[in-house]
């Protein structure tokens, strides 16, 4: 896939880049709250441009879906350019699934989901994943300016969730020499980039670094399979309603402290990326520490969210027991400083 990153690029590479693919009338989608940055696009797209359609939703509910399918259809849309953070390309993802219509992606958040093949559609209250090839869009446009306007408690939050990417693929089973380098990268460049931009949130050059270090964590995602904290992060966002990135920000020291032990490489690289011989100790302080329970999670839900993210097998370095992913909720919940776990 072709990626283009530079301040401006949302307006100056987007018809470019749709013309390259030889693309003549594209469906623009973004949510509500992105269709001012999505209008700027589709105006910079001229006659190229299908329509607008700024209905996507978090967690892609499938009604949202078959609307956006039926939009597509009846502009009679050759590609679609997708505009928003990981919710709205949830959406973009749907389409080019149901339509086999090529995707282009301007991402506005780190949530790096741009650079993975995976799918997800809410139905009945249940979220449904897949991998598929088509979904990965075929040129992602970061521009940094897109980003100003990201709220610096949802940018540390975003970008401790490209952290969280980049530390599970490195202790992946499908882990490889290359992805490994990306992810240390780009874990570097993030944890660079956040308190940068949380000093002078319109500094240019964080906002580069950081959607430099989403793409890397993204793309790291996108390569391997993932452990505890994404099935954590899962559950609690499916069943238990609490919001995507804070919840990430919120496990991930604790998560790591588990899975410590475990994974001596990967934690000798998130210690080179992040400076420190104390990862999770040095990511709680990376951002504001917030705990499950100030995200709404009742105490009565951590016994059974540990079930629920143990009910399936999936690989993780250290072995999944209710007792081990009890211990890890119990201490998101506190959310005091973590420790690590000697075992
Ligand atoms: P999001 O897209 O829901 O955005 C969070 C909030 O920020 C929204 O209210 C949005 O309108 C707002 N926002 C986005 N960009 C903004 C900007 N530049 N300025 C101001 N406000 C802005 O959240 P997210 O964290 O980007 O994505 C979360 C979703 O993405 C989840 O559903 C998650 O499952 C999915 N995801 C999927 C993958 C994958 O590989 N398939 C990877 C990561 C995340």
């Not at 078959?66 to 953070?85: F, K, L, N, S, W």
């Not at 709205?88 to 339509?99: C, E, F, M, S």
Request: with cysteine; aromatic share 2%; proline share 7%.
């Amino acid at each position: 896939m072709r990626v283009v990153l530079r301040p401006g690029a949302a307006v100056t590479a987007v018809p470019a880049e749709v013309e390259r693919l030889g693309l003549r009338r594209v469906l623009v989608v973004s949510g509500r709250r992105g269709a001012e940055a999505a209008r700027m696009v589709a105006d910079a797209l001229g006659e190229a441009c299908a329509g607008l359609h700024a209905e996507a939703r978090m967690h892609v509910p499938a009604e949202v879906a078959d609307r956006a399918v039926e939009v597509a259809r009846a502009a009679g849309a050759d590609g679609c350019v997708v505009v928003g953070g990981g919710s709205a390309i949830g959406l973009g993802k749907v389409i080019a699934l149901r339509t086999g219509l090529p995707l282009l992606a301007v991402p506005s958040t780190y949530s790096g989901s741009e650079m993975t093949p995976v799918w997800g559609l809410t139905e009945h209250g249940a979220k449904r994943t897949g991998r598929d090839p088509r979904v990965l869009p075929r040129t992602v446009v970061y521009d940094p300016e897109l980003t100003l306007s990201l709220p610096v408690p949802l940018s540390v939050t975003s970008g401790v969730n490209a952290i969280a990417h980049a530390a599970e693929a490195l202790y992946a089973p499908d882990a490889s020499p290359l992805v490994s380098l990306m992810a240390e990268e780009g874990v570097r460049a993030m944890a660079g980039a956040l308190p940068a931009l949380t000093a002078a949130p319109r500094d240019l050059d964080a906002r580069a670094l950081a959607l430099h270090g989403a793409w890397l964590c993204g793309a790291a995602l996108g390569a391997t399979t993932m452990g505890l904290h994404h099935k954590l992060c899962h559950v609690l966002g499916g069943t238990f309603g609490l919001p995507h990135a804070e919840t990430h920000t919120a496990v991930l020291p604790y998560a790591l402290a588990h899975n410590a032990p475990a994974a001596p490489e990967a934690m000798a690289a998130l210690g080179r990326a992040l400076g420190t011989d104390d990862v999770p100790g040095a990511l709680w302080d990376l951002a504001a520490p917030r705990s499950l329970a100030r995200l709404g999670l009742a105490e009565a839900d951590v016994a059974e969210a540990a079930r629920a993210a143990t009910r399936q097998a999936y690989p993780n370095p250290r072995q999944i027991t209710v007792a081990g992913v009890t211990d890890v909720l119990r201490a998101a919940y506190d959310g005091d400083r973590p420790r690590t776990d000697p075992r």
